[in-house]
């Protein structure tokens, strides 16, 4: 990836308190690396040093931004991530395990080190100018959140979107954070053109387990509110309700997909949770802290929809899983959505439009 800096290691918490604002209660163990640093609980010292230690942001400058994605279970070809490991704290996420190539651990390390590709404008329209490129869709986003907050400062997600725009190419956002609106403009414009799509994610409409699932997102009712400009605004946007967690917010999936219709949402999908690697290590602590009565009965129902196993690396069942909990979860959505609905899907993006504007004319700070 062409990394211009050295791992910055944070000491790995032996007592695995929570800490505040975050979703995971410790470092985890790095795979790949042989040796790591560790933080025992010094006697009449409560409060693990990651407490008071800030967000740290790393500037790389990668070779390449575009990535091809070979996967049957998604509905993209490329992806691009203008930002590695996410501040939203989400203690089941999935790209988690993406912070240990970087040299880094999968928990907190993936909250408080965040590393900003500050060349990712320029290497789109790279990538954009060569002759091989299928003016396929891109998503923007897939492994981390493209408008967590240090995109507030750094605008990389509005400068990719603005590349789009001077190329005519069909991109996508899947975010959790309300800053999407600020960037209202250029959606219009591309919406326009058949050349964007918007996804929310929506997890939970409950304040206090949003506060500790998810903890530094945007809250649901704004979640709400943001569909409900982006639709308004011609924007074509719809629900992601992921990830589903047996007997924690299962029972919100028609709440959840009213509201999103409510607000003016096209249409919805889904995904139950599973805990590839090190993201299983980091799930089950920050679950026996918040929820111990159910925690036990949460991961056997997991399990079960995944075959014994809370991480699932099989095609065709990861994403939805299978089994009488799975396939009830299925149903009630599957019902839902055609309640809510209808038969609306999302609108194919346009690839016909697509040009090459002259060199040094794009507007890469709109």
């Known amino acids: 990836m062409g990394a211009t800096f050295r791992p910055?290691?944070?000491?790995?918490?032996?007592?695995?308190?929570?800490?505040?604002?975050?979703?995971?209660?410790?470092?985890?163990?790095?795979?790949?690396l042989k040796q790591h640093y560790a933080l025992e609980h010094w006697e009449a010292i409560d409060?693990?040093?990651?407490?008071?230690?800030?967000?740290?942001?790393?500037?790389?400058?990668?070779?390449?931004?575009?990535?091809?994605?070979?996967?049957?279970?998604?509905?993209?070809?490329?992806?691009?991530?203008?930002?590695?490991?996410?501040?939203?704290?989400?203690?089941?996420?999935?790209?988690?395990?993406?912070?240990?190539?970087?040299?880094?651990?999968?928990?907190?390390?993936?909250e408080q080190v965040i590393i900003v590709k500050r060349n990712a404008p320029e290497l789109l329209e790279k990538t954009l100018r060569h002759p091989k490129w299928k003016a396929e869709p891109i998503s923007i986003s897939g492994a981390t959140d493209p408008y967590q907050p240090i995109e507030r400062k750094e605008e990389l997600t509005r400068r990719l979107l603005r590349v789009a725009s001077d190329f005519n190419q069909p991109v996508s956002l899947i975010t959790k954070n309300s800053m999407v609106l600020r960037d209202l403009d250029i959606l219009q414009e591309l919406a326009s053109r058949k050349l964007v799509a918007v996804a929310i994610s929506l997890?939970?409409?409950?304040?206090?387990?949003?506060?500790?699932?998810?903890?530094?997102?945007?809250?649901?009712?704004?979640?709400?509110?943001?569909?409900?400009?982006?639709?308004?605004?011609?924007?074509?946007?719809?629900?992601?309700?992921?990830?589903?967690?047996?007997?924690?917010?299962?029972?919100?999936?028609?709440?959840?997909?009213?509201?999103?219709?409510?607000?003016g949402a096209l249409t919805a999908s889904y995904t139950l949770l599973r805990t590839n690697g090190p993201v299983q290590a980091v799930f089950e602590q920050w679950l026996r802290h918040h929820f111990p009565?159910?925690?036990?009965?949460?991961?056997?129902?997991?399990?079960?929809?995944?075959?014994?196993?809370?991480?699932?690396?099989?095609?065709?069942?990861r994403m939805r899983g299978e089994g009488a909990f799975a396939e009830n979860?299925?149903?009630?959505?599957?019902?839902?959505?055609?309640?809510?609905?209808?038969?609306?899907?999302?609108?194919?993006?346009?690839?016909?439009?697509?040009?090459?504007?002259?060199?040094g004319q794009l507007d890469l700070f709109g």
Not at 298 to 313: L, V
Request: hydrophobic share 35%; aromatic share 8%; proline share 8%.
């Open 8 to 32: 910055y290691l944070l000491p790995m918490v032996h007592d695995e308190k929570p800490v505040k604002g975050r979703g995971a209660a410790s470092q985890v163990r790095n795979r790949f």
């Open 47 to 110: 409060e693990p040093m990651e407490e008071a230690r800030p967000t740290r942001y790393l500037i790389e400058h990668p070779k390449s931004i575009v990535n091809k994605v070979d996967s049957l279970d998604l509905p993209f070809v490329h992806s691009l991530n203008p930002y590695q490991g996410c501040e939203h704290g989400c203690a089941y996420c999935y790209a988690r395990p993406t912070h240990e190539y970087w040299g880094y651990s999968a928990g907190l390390d993936f």
């Open 203 to 263: 997890t939970t409409l409950n304040e206090d387990l949003r506060r500790v699932m998810e903890p530094r997102t945007s809250t649901g009712q704004n979640r709400l509110r943001t569909i409900a400009a982006l639709h308004d605004s011609g924007v074509p946007v719809m629900a992601m309700i992921a990830p589903i967690i047996p007997a924690l917010n299962e029972t919100e999936v028609p709440a959840l997909l009213k509201a999103a219709a409510d607000a």
């Open 293 to 317: 009565d159910r925690a036990g009965r949460i991961m056997a129902q997991t399990k079960a929809s995944h075959g014994g196993s809370m991480n699932d690396s099989m095609i065709g069942r």
């Open 329 to 359: 979860i299925k149903r009630v959505f599957t019902l839902m959505r055609k309640r809510y609905f209808k038969e609306a899907a999302m609108p194919t993006l346009e690839r016909g439009l697509f040009k090459l504007p002259p060199t």
